[in-house]
């Protein structure tokens, strides 16, 4: 077994040593819980999305164009309704576009551009969506996720928005695909698994559900356990484990898949993302040597190979 990575492991004391203004889950459950369960429900059908766009920028061989749009989820804050996405393309033109969700507390464009900066050397765009209650959608302060219903509504919002956009660029483009790194490829799963025509597929360092990064990482540092009562760990656990990617059959191009992971990753356990390939047939599965922050870091090639092979 890998040992955690030093970074990974450093992060999880700072995790632990937050404020409470800072800490995940901070108000405890939040009401209606059971409304928004299981939080991999989903509608049967999405619908396209009525996109305004700003105009088109060329920069550094990149063009770059901004888009906003009224999310379908209507069950959102009002502030987070109105969707905020990023286009990034090759300035040639594209058949091939992939999605890429955001990871935890991933606000705004920036990480994501990176990774679609240099996918468009291989002639693929990207359009980069921003999450509910993430960036311009942010409906507080500090934390951004404050109870557990937030992080249903950001996750269900989330993979129906993309799953909208999936149908609304299913036109402009030959080859269609979702990808994301940790909590983006957690839900990249979940969009593939469940989306309106076929799709390529890149989880990179997720897992099946965000029941295991929660109650077992890194991550669960961060979360204000107290707020969540004596049974805390056992109930959200449970509550997450409804956003379960192997809940839905493997998407019909899982053979197409290519999944990455990080042999230190402090996190996404291992046997984790693993059931990702174990449920869907022919997937791909890569493992690095790197942790979790620094596989997104300081190995950016590695993923941007794995996105562009599963696009081929």
Same mark, same amino acid.
């Given at each position: 077994?890998?040992?955690?990575?030093?970074?990974?492991?450093?992060?999880?004391?700072?995790?632990?040593?937050?404020?409470?203004?800072?800490?995940? @889950?901070?108000?405890?459950?939040?009401?209606?819980?059971?409304?928004?369960?299981?939080?991999?429900?989903?509608? =049967?059908?999405?619908?396209?999305?009525?996109?305004?766009?700003?105009?088109?920028?060329?920069?550094?061989?990149?063009?770059?164009?901004?888009?906003?749009?009224?999310?379908?989820?209507?069950?959102?804050?009002?502030?987070?309704?109105?969707?905020?996405?990023?286009?990034? /393309?090759?300035?040639?033109?594209?058949? %091939?576009?992939?999605?890429?969700?955001?990871?935890?507390?991933?606000?705004?464009?920036?990480?994501?551009?990176?990774?679609?900066?240099?996918?468009?050397?291989?002639?693929?765009?990207?359009?980069?969506?921003?999450?509910?209650?993430?960036?311009?959608?942010?409906?507080?302060?500090?934390?951004?996720?404050?109870?557990?219903?937030? @992080?249903? +509504?950001?996750? /269900?919002?989330?993979?129906?928005?993309? %799953?909208?956009?999936?149908?609304?660029? !299913?036109?402009? !483009?030959?080859?269609?695909?979702?990808?994301?790194?940790?909590?983006?490829?957690?839900?990249?799963?979940?969009?593939?698994? =469940?989306?309106?025509?076929?799709?390529?597929?890149?989880?990179?360092?997720?897992?099946?559900?965000?029941?295991?990064?929660?109650?077992?990482?890194?991550?669960?540092?961060?979360?204000?356990?107290?707020?969540?009562?004596?049974?805390?760990?056992?109930? +959200?656990?449970?509550?997450?484990?409804?956003?379960?990617?192997?809940? @839905?059959?493997?998407?019909?191009?899982?053979?197409?898949?290519?999944?990455?992971?990080?042999?230190?990753?402090?996190?996404?356990?291992?046997?984790?993302?693993?059931?990702?390939?174990?449920?869907?047939?022919?997937? /791909?599965?890569?493992?690095?040597?790197?942790?979790?922050?620094?596989?997104?870091?300081?190995?950016?090639?590695?993923?941007?190979?794995?996105?562009?092979?599963?696009?081929?």
């Amino acid at each position: 077994m890998a040992r955690v990575h030093p970074v990974d492991r450093a992060a999880g004391v700072a995790f632990r040593r937050l404020p409470r203004h800072l800490r995940v @889950f901070r108000d405890g459950w939040g009401a209606g819980l059971d409304e928004w369960l299981p939080l991999g429900g989903l509608p =049967t059908e999405p619908d396209d999305l009525d996109i305004s766009w700003g105009p088109a920028v060329l920069s550094k061989n990149v063009v770059g164009r901004h888009g906003t749009f009224l999310s379908h989820a209507d069950h959102l804050p009002d502030v987070a309704r109105t969707g905020h996405l990023y286009l990034v /393309q090759p300035p040639g033109g594209y058949d %091939r576009l992939v999605v890429l969700m955001a990871a935890w507390n991933d606000h705004g464009y920036a990480t994501r551009e990176g990774i679609a900066q240099l996918l468009t050397r291989r002639g693929i765009a990207s359009v980069i969506p921003e999450n509910p209650y993430y960036g311009k959608r942010r409906v507080f302060a500090n934390q951004a996720i404050r109870t557990v219903v937030d @992080f249903a +509504l950001m996750t /269900q919002g989330a993979v129906n928005e993309a %799953r909208s956009l999936l149908l609304t660029f !299913a036109n402009e !483009a030959t080859t269609l695909g979702v990808a994301g790194y940790s909590m983006g490829g957690s839900l990249a799963a979940l969009v593939a698994a =469940t989306a309106p025509h076929p799709v390529r597929a890149a989880p990179l360092a997720a897992s099946y559900s965000p029941a295991p990064v929660f109650v077992y990482g890194a991550l669960s540092g961060a979360v204000e356990w107290i707020a969540l009562g004596p049974d805390g760990r056992d109930k +959200l656990f449970k509550v997450l484990s409804t956003a379960d990617v192997r809940d @839905f059959p493997a998407p019909p191009l899982a053979d197409r898949a290519v999944l990455a992971g990080a042999n230190g990753d402090g996190y996404v356990p291992r046997d984790a993302t693993e059931a990702i390939h174990r449920h869907w047939p022919g997937s /791909q599965m890569r493992w690095f040597d790197a942790g979790h922050a620094t596989l997104m870091l300081r190995r950016k090639e590695l993923l941007v190979e794995a996105i562009a092979d599963a696009m081929v």
